[in-house]
T-cell receptor, first 117, second 113 residues
Framework: AQTVTQSQPEMSVQEAETVTLSCTYDTSESDYYLFWYKQPPSRQMILVIRQEAYKQQNATENRFSVNFQKAAKSFSLKISDSQLGDAAMYFCAYRSWRETSGSRLTFGEGTQLTVNP | NAGVTQTPKFRVLKTGQSMTLLCAQDMNHEYMYWYRQDPGMGLRLIHYSVGEGTTAKGEVPDGYNVSRLKKQNFLLGLESAAPSQTSVYFC????????????FGPGTRLTVT
């Protein structure tokens, strides 16, 4: 079974600075997806970024980028030019490439990000 | 499009009571999921469905039942609520051929006393 670990329960960053959230995972599969979801106080889960394991290039979405290290099974999220609206709980998630499990997501424990003005 | 909606948003139950949570999606998604979120544990999959009339167990299915009689609806039932089921419940859905992208509902906060 796959597991996802986020070792930082809480992180803080100054507005306009850069912060990196860590995620490691364990799997025996070679093909899979990795995600970062954002959950603001409204509780709504918002997809921030997605990475396909077969792609060597790191995914980027505006101020959000990932550092995907497949051999190390590491998937960190970098937020540049942090904004107050980035304050939220961030979840790392894993999904198998195969469809055998209804494409379920396996989530990490979450990292609470605080952005200080 | 309303996306994924959940009813109710909040509920308080007494131990032993039953209730049903309703999830509805208007995106014609084939796959639907129920997760629970507990502090420090992330989201865990309870049950899921890959199509109308089908359901399957996820990671933590005990104490819950589900039904998907219509493609757009996915119901989560608690037959005899227990304090351990106090949690925030999320429904999600996705397309069969784009199942890597799940759309989430706003969640239901359930407290069992």
């Amino acid at each position: 079974a796959q597991t996802v670990t986020q070792s930082q329960p809480e992180m803080s960053v100054q507005e306009a600075e850069t912060v990196t959230l860590s995620c490691t995972y364990d799997t025996s599969e070679s093909d899979y997806y990795l995600f970062w979801y954002k959950q603001p106080p409204s509780r709504q889960m918002i997809l921030v970024i997605r990475q396909e394991a077969y792609k060597q290039q790191n995914a980027t979405e505006n101020r959000f980028s990932v550092n995907f290290q497949k051999a190390a099974k590491s998937f960190s999220l970098k937020i540049s030019d942090s904004q107050l609206g980035d304050a939220a709980m961030y979840f790392c998630a894993y999904r198998s490439w195969r469809e055998t499990s209804g494409s379920r997501l396996t989530f990490g424990e979450g990292t609470q990000l605080t952005v200080n003005p | 499009n309303a996306g994924v909606t959940q009813t109710p948003k909040f509920r308080v139950l007494k131990t032993g009571q039953s209730m049903t949570l309703l999830c509805a999606q208007d995106m014609n998604h084939e796959y639907m999921y129920w997760y629970r979120q507990d502090p420090g544990m992330g989201l865990r999959l309870i049950h899921y469905s890959v199509g109308e009339g089908t359901t399957a167990k996820g990671e933590v299915p005990d104490g819950y039942n589900v039904s998907r009689l219509k493609k757009q609806n996915f119901l989560l039932g608690l037959e005899s609520a227990a304090p351990s089921q106090t949690s925030v419940y999320f429904c999600a859905s996705s397309y069969l051929d784009r199942a890597y992208e799940q759309y989430f509902g706003p969640g239901t906060r359930l407290t069992v006393t």
